[in-house]
């Protein structure tokens, strides 16, 4: 079983910058494909951003060119650098991983951007 846990989130105001976390634990070979997804409220779970194993990125088009998405295979960690932030960032902020199909959520963590 894997463990997830993000952190780095908070409240920032519009145009600023943050860096989430995520540590995955437990027993597993490779971190697999990692991502980072997010729910605004009354919103779907949405991908923002995700790595494979082979270090191929996939970033959504609405945070393209402000989000980057990067990997510490030695700390079984990614990150995710959020740049230019806008209030419609503001959400919970998953971290995801899947390998063969298993797939294993985080608890999420908070980002709020203020106007």
């Known amino acids: 079983q894997v463990q997830l846990v993000e952190s780095g989130g908070g409240l920032v105001q519009a145009g600023g910058s943050l860096r989430l976390s995520c540590v995955a634990s437990?027993?597993?070979?490779?971190?697999?494909?990692m991502g980072w997804y997010r729910q605004a409220p009354g919103k779907q779970r949405e991908l923002v951003a995700s790595i494979t194993r082979g270090g191929k990125e996939n970033i959504a088009g609405s945070v393209k060119g402000r989000f980057t998405i990067s990997r510490d295979i030695a700390k079984n960690s990614v990150y995710l650098q959020m740049n230019s932030l806008k209030p419609e960032d503001t959400a919970v902020y998953y971290c995801?991983?899947?390998?063969?199909?298993?797939?294993?959520w985080g608890r999420g963590t908070q980002v709020t951007v203020s106007s």
């Open positions: 437990g027993s597993f070979f490779s971190l697999g494909t």
């Open positions: 995801n991983r899947d390998s063969l199909g298993i797939v294993s």
